[in-house]
């Protein structure tokens, strides 16, 4: 009952509002094309009726929300699978790249936080770069990177895959800087008392304290690595893929279409930070985390 | 040799010079260039070995980094000039010579970073010049490998040739970064953040409003927004305005989410102090919460600082007219000038440190009393 009053009703509330906001934005961008419409066909309608009308425009400047859900609906679970206008067909060739990258991504961010961690020189002489390496807009330079390894012959998932890489490592790595060194001065004497090896600290005490830290930095990475590969389909002409799906619609002006796989990239997302956000709760929960 | 306490990197920069010895010369004899000289080999080879003994030598670190340092880097400039203007000529031996070098200017980083200054600039000193010599080296590689392996020109210049580039194209670049920086990203990233700054406070003073946003909030940082650059180019057409709103929507969140975070960060006990001046709501706000709140709205103007750039250049591979960041770079790789695209992005580089810079800068002035400002511990 408390989560009821203190999240579910104020957030509905929220959202209703957007949705109402959306639609008098969808009838008030819509009408003056549809005003032009209705006067070369020399109809007249009432003001209910015209703003059905605004609301059921095929390529409308807004489209209103039950014309999105109507297409995601349509082109989610009415199509085939591997029919080219189905979203999950799209939504599946992004989500392997992503999925390439964050493994590729988080593996890096892990080795590198290692490196810092152990390695005086590298703490001091990679550390800067790592922050500045996240200054640069790197999506700017994905087109690039697609051709130039296309012109080398590499094509397909490992080009998007690395642009989410270079997005997913990031996260990844300062949050295990952090993790890694999360542990007490005095757990640490502890295991020097033990006359425990770097080694052994390492297993024992370093890896378990930074597994939280682990899980949090993913969620953050996953999503950017979404976005690193939807944003890698846009330039080139990839032909699938949520992002391939967001150009073609933006060059045949198909705004419902384009709505809609905006809508499933979100979902793709939403659904992958909460699979994340699930493991890391299984993953405490073995480790023998009491709930804090 | 009781004197002398080797490291692993000198060691092996010493077998590598054993093999580059034995894999002369440096480059490849041309039918038109002149047979390369020993003599160079000879003295790249003779200041290694030289290092190398110095490095196993009992003086002090600062002086033994000292000589790491002039030994490595000027055999690397002579390995250089050794290659320059006769690409994909080299042979094995350059490639070794190259390593050895590295290893040494990493050996120099390891006594570098051992160094413990007693007084406070050289300690700056110190953590600017670690990275810059990392920075240098990958610089210094890329160079080496693209000029001495050949890499064709269209997969990866050079940094001089892209250093070349950007010295002949300043007005296009100049345009490019006024058309996108100046006009989207500036106004896009004050529209963005001040909107997101009132929407925090409001949310902060409404209850009602702040439990509705902020799940709302923190679920959109997880989506793609940067998908809705072709909407905004669609309702705002082809200018920098479609490109501003972009960034507008990019920040908006981020600066709501850590505005709101922040504003509960002052204590409870100093919130009873501001009670017990019979401060009101605004007193309250502007003397107590607003700077407690300043650590957190930096880091999300910081966040927003790459963000608005990342907006900004994505949005115009959906239309622009015929300049701007994003645009040329879209263009110059349909035209394979990759030496282009590489100006244009160091450009984009340059731009992002320099506007996240300025930011720490003043975060750093603004919130002097932060412990992680003041150097203790909070």
Redesign the interface.
Known sequence: MDSLR??II??T???LGIVVAWYVLAVF?NAPFQRDLDRRGNVTSGTIEFIGKTLSQPKP?VPAPHQVAENVFENTFLRKITSNRSLVYHAGITLASTMMGFAFGTALGILIAVGIVHV??L???????II?S????????A??II??LA??GITGLLPKALISTYLSFFPVAVGMVKGLRSPEIMHLDLMHTYNASAWQTFWKLRVPASVPFLFASM?VAI?AS??GA??GE??TGAVAG??AK??N??YF?N?ID??A??VA??VV??LL?GLVGFAGRIVDRSMGARPA | MSGFKFSWQAIAAAVLLIGALFTLPIVEAGADAPAPSLLIAATIAALLFCAIVFDGSRLAAGVRACFLFVAAHLAVFMLMSEIAGKNGSARAAFFLLLAACWLLA?RC??L???LRPANRTAKTAL?LL??A???AWILIIWEAVTRGAGIPF???PPPSAIGARIANSLPVLAADVNQTIFKAVIAGYVLGCGAGFVTAILADRIS??R???L??GN?V????I???A??M???FGFGWESKAAVVVIMTFFPMLVNTVAGLQASGHMERDLMRTYASNYWQTLLKLRLPAAAPFIFNALKIN??LA??GA??AE??GTPVVG??FR??TE?GRMN?DM??A??AV??LA??V??GVIALVERAATFWHPSVRGGRA
């Open positions: 203190a999240k104020p957030v509330t929220i959202l961008m400047i005086l020189a703490d001091r002489s990679l550390m800067p770069w500045a996240q200054t640069i807009p790197i999506l700017a330079i087109p690039m051709v130039v012109a080398i969620k999503a979404l976005v939807i944003v846009l330039p949520i992002g967001l150009l619609a933006s002006s705004t384009m709505w796989a905006l990239g979100s997302a939403l930070v | 990493w980083v390891t570098l970073s051992s953590r670690i990275p010599i990392f920075g269209i997969l990866l009602f409003l439990k509705g946003l799940p709302i679920m940082s997880a989506l793609p940067i998908g809705v072709p909407i180019v669609m309702w600082s790459t750039l990342i250049i994505v591979f959906f960041m994003g770079i879209s790789v990759i695209v590489w244009e992005i984009a580089a992002g440190s506007f996240y």
